[in-house]
């Protein structure tokens, strides 16, 4: 395709078919994870315990949705309003921000698809805004290496 055509198009030369992620990126996706499991494995009376704050809120809910106030439903009231918040947003993000930036830097592979598709559902935003980093810089380099020639 012209190169033109192609930058019209919101497309780049380089292609990256690799899933690499720097040190923060991989900090934070660790991080991230590691919290998720805990408040999805955490039990539900201990996290109700832990969250005085959220089980206030989550009370002023119960009385409609007709279930009773145990300390269970309320913790696992909350474990489902903040897996919610977390995963939401999370999943919005793949299709309107990860995905365009796949089809942009040309990747093609699979492995490297799915791996930035996982990360991004864990992590959100760190793990595109990297690949954005790597694909300007890759971009820089072959701009660079074309002046030189």
Avoid at 86 to 98: D, K, V
Wanted: charged fraction near 20%; hydrophobic fraction near 45%.
């Amino acid at each position: 395709m012209h190169q033109d055509a192609r930058k019209a198009l919101g497309l780049s030369n380089i292609r990256i078919n690799e899933f690499t992620l720097s040190t923060g990126t991989w900090v934070t996706l660790v991080m991230m994870v590691l919290l998720e499991f805990a408040v999805i494995l955490c039990p539900p009376i201990t996290f109700a315990e832990w969250t005085p704050w959220g089980i206030k809120q989550v009370a002023k809910i119960f009385p409609y949705l007709e279930i009773p106030q145990t300390r269970k439903n309320l913790g696992n009231g909350l474990k489902l309003v903040i897996t919610s918040l977390w995963a939401i947003p999370h999943l919005i993000e793949i299709p309107n921000n990860l995905l365009p930036l796949l089809r942009k830097y040309n990747t093609t592979s699979s492995t490297a698809r799915v791996a930035f598709i996982i990360a991004t559902f864990f992590c959100g935003f760190p793990v595109w805004t990297d690949l954005t980093k790597r694909g300007a810089d890759e971009e820089r380099a072959l701009v660079e290496k074309d002046k030189t020639h």
